[in-house]
């Protein structure tokens, strides 16, 4: 069993910075893909960010992609998020997940995570 506490969320203005933490349990993590969704109010869980087992490997959605970097500390057990240039469109509940079957790829289907965080939100005020 995999238990992933996400920390670093906030309220910061448009154009500023945030670097979210996803903290894991479990000896296996550096066996495991990691990747960052978010759910905006009213909308649908959508992917932002992926990395593979190894940090070789990295995906993004187009919407963060340049904006946001993706990063992993195995020796900590961490992942991390940080997004610069902030819109009041990335205002979401940001959740990190853990993919322990294709570990070796860097996915942004949500159906390939067997294990979520509870979230941690973060507001962009304009």
């Known amino acids: 069993q995999v238990q992933l506490v996400e920390s670093g969320g906030g309220l910061v203005q448009a154009g500023g910075s945030l670097r979210l933490s996803c903290a894991a349990s479990g000896r296996t993590f550096s066996y495991k893909a990691m990747g960052w969704f978010r759910q905006a109010p009213g909308n649908e869980r959508e992917f932002a960010a992926a990395?593979?087992?190894?940090?070789?490997?990295?995906y993004y959605a187009d919407s963060v992609k340049g904006r946001f970097t993706i990063s992993r500390d195995n020796a900590k057990n961490t992942v991390f998020l940080q997004m610069n240039s902030l819109k009041p469109e990335d205002t979401a509940v940001y959740y990190c997940?853990?993919?322990?079957?294709?570990?070796?790829?860097?996915?942004?289907?949500?159906?390939?995570?067997?294990?979520w965080g509870r979230g941690t939100q973060v507001t962009v005020s304009s």
């Open positions: 990395i593979n087992w190894s940090g070789g490997t990295t």
């Open positions: 997940a853990a993919n322990s079957r294709t570990y070796y790829i860097a996915s942004g289907r949500e159906s390939d995570y067997d294990y």
